[in-house]
T-cell receptor, first 109, second 113 residues
Framework: GIQVEQSPPDLILQEGANSTLRCNFS?????LQWFHQNPWGQLINLFY???GTKQNGRLSATTVATERYSLLYISSSQTTDSGVYFC???????????FGTGTRLTIIP | EAQVTQNPRYLITVTGKKLTVTCSQN?????MSWYRQDPGLGLRQIYY???????DKGDVPEGYKVSRKEKRNFPLILESPSPNQTSLYFC????????????FGPGTRLTVT
């Protein structure tokens, strides 16, 4: 099956810093999503981005489908950005999302 | 508001006592799915459904049952829960045409003692 690797596994930053999270995947996909899992366990949809670039406030994401990677950018980090960020992909013809192991982001005041 | 709802949100039960976790979506999505999340193992798919009366096994179906009698509902049934089914469960739904974006419910935290 498709493999999804996220890096770095852990990231500790001071408030106000910028960060880049990476997701590599091993096959062509028709779905790629970024999620934020908050301390209460809820999965918050950040982006649906099988290709191209999107921006939403301080967050943006870019997927280069031909090179099989996606990047999530967080600018001017806030403590509320803390949590685990997951990349999940769906390969063509495969009816499920395969999740990466996540990046745990900790923002220190 | 477009959403996926799950009930209950928290449940503590005992081994062998049948339980059902409900899932409902109001987006007229054809596709629905159940995942479980465990430390160190990430999120894994249990069962999925492409439409009414169509269900199929995911990666970890043992010990679970599902049904899809109506488009909006996709309950997860544990006939005889065991402690290794203690987990955080998520229901998700998506359209099968155009966008494949999946929408997740708030999660159900299940503890089996």
């Amino acid at each position: 099956g498709i493999q999804v690797e996220q890096s770095p596994p852990d990231l500790i930053l001071q408030e106000g810093a910028n960060s880049t999270l990476r997701c590599n995947f091993s096959d062509s996909v028709n779905n790629l999503q970024w999620f934020h899992q908050n301390p209460w366990g809820q999965l918050i949809n950040l982006f649906y981005i099988p290709s191209g670039t999107k921006q939403n406030g301080r967050l943006s994401a870019t997927t280069v489908a031909t090179e099989r990677y996606s990047l999530l950018y967080i600018s001017s980090s806030q403590t509320t950005d803390s949590g685990v960020y997951f990349c999940a992909v769906e390969a063509f013809g495969n009816e499920k999302l395969t999740f990466g192991t996540g990046t745990r982001l900790t923002i220190i005041p | 508001e477009a959403q996926v709802t799950q009930n209950p949100r928290y449940l503590i039960t005992v081994t062998g006592k049948k339980l059902t976790v409900t899932c409902s979506q109001n987006m007229n999505h054809e596709y629905m799915s159940w995942y479980r999340q465990d430390p160190g193992l990430g999120l894994r798919q249990i069962y999925y459904s492409m439409n009414v009366e169509v269900t199929d096994k995911g990666d970890v179906p043992e010990g679970y049952k599902v049904s899809r009698k109506e488009k909006r509902n996709f309950p997860l049934i544990l006939e005889s829960p065991s402690p290794n089914q203690t987990s955080l469960y998520f229901c998700a739904s998506s359209s099968t045409g155009g966008s494949y974006e999946q929408y997740f419910g708030p999660g159900t935290r299940l503890t089996v003692t």
